[in-house]
């Protein structure tokens, strides 16, 4: 069985986003699940995705190893950052509500650490 | 398809409330899903339903938009606040972690901004 | 109809600890649902499944009403704390991350407090 899980994202403490990768990679090591995961970034949590945030080597590792990252459009926009800013591999989605409901639709586990 | 969606606040702080709200209208305001949308308030969560709230205004916009908001009797009883002091439309349900367990059964995507 | 009901408990704050081992009880207090409920700790939650933690009596309570405390190996490897120090009856899951995840696949509700 392949388990999905969406972990959310939302606020930009630095202590707080090197947080969630390590649960996304933690799940991602725990060869009792084989899961499929995605990370939904919105509000403070666009700073995690930039090229140079400081978890931005821990978010590398997971596009590497298939993980989604999306990003809410809203919140770009909301900011002075660009797609240039992004991460290369970051997915920019309409909204991160819309997206992390359409997950859950789709069967995904919902987490918010 | 129309999705559905409930948003979990259990927090007091001004900026929290007024996000939570914002990401409800954000989440109406995407045309890639049409979800119903509703707003479980527990905590001090409540101080953002109350008729003189500073995110009132967004509150009020969000019932007018079909928006349900639910306050727990839990929380409501724990404090010196009367029904009185609700926005008008506020629903009273027995206890927030019931309504969330039930909305979720009927289908509801779950997100704590 | 019987609800199955998963808290998600990632933060060491003693304030923390006790408001979500509180909603836990206040969902099982609550005769509108009938709900089976586990706890998922992780990160700091750790501090509050401790045999001398301030909400251990709380945690206690819980357990004897039949609810599943649940504790993350990762984290507890991540600590000085050995099994001994945990309370009885806690159960030590693979990763919190995957135990949230198969929880949800199998019809909880996921609430984070």
Same mark, same amino acid.
């Given at each position: &069985?392949? @388990? /999905?899980?969406?972990?959310? =994202?939302?606020?930009?403490? @630095?202590?707080?986003? /090197?947080?969630?990768?390590?649960?996304?990679?933690?799940?991602? *090591?725990?060869?009792?699940?084989?899961?499929?995961?995605?990370?939904?970034?919105?509000?403070?949590?666009?700073?995690?995705? =930039?090229?140079? %945030?400081?978890?931005? @080597?821990?978010?590398?590792?997971? =596009?590497?190893?298939?993980? @989604? =990252?999306?990003?809410?459009?809203?919140?770009?926009?909301?900011?002075?950052?660009?797609?240039?800013?992004?991460?290369?591999?970051?997915?920019?989605?309409?909204? %991160? &509500? %819309?997206?992390?409901?359409? /997950?859950?639709?789709?069967?995904? *586990?919902?987490?918010?650490?």
């Amino acid at each position: &069985m392949t @388990e /999905k899980t969406v972990f959310h =994202l939302p606020e930009g403490d @630095e202590s707080y986003g /090197k947080r969630v990768f390590r649960n996304a990679a933690n799940l991602l *090591a725990d060869t009792t699940v084989d899961s499929t995961v995605a990370v939904v970034v919105n509000g403070g949590g666009i700073e995690h995705v =930039l090229t140079d %945030a400081p978890a931005a @080597e821990q978010a590398r590792q997971l =596009l590497d190893a298939g993980v @989604e =990252l999306c990003v809410c459009q809203n919140t770009l926009e909301g900011t002075d950052y660009a797609v240039a800013d992004l991460l290369d591999g970051v997915r920019i989605v309409s909204s %991160a &509500m %819309a997206e992390l409901t359409r /997950k859950q639709n789709d069967g995904y *586990a919902y987490i918010r650490p």
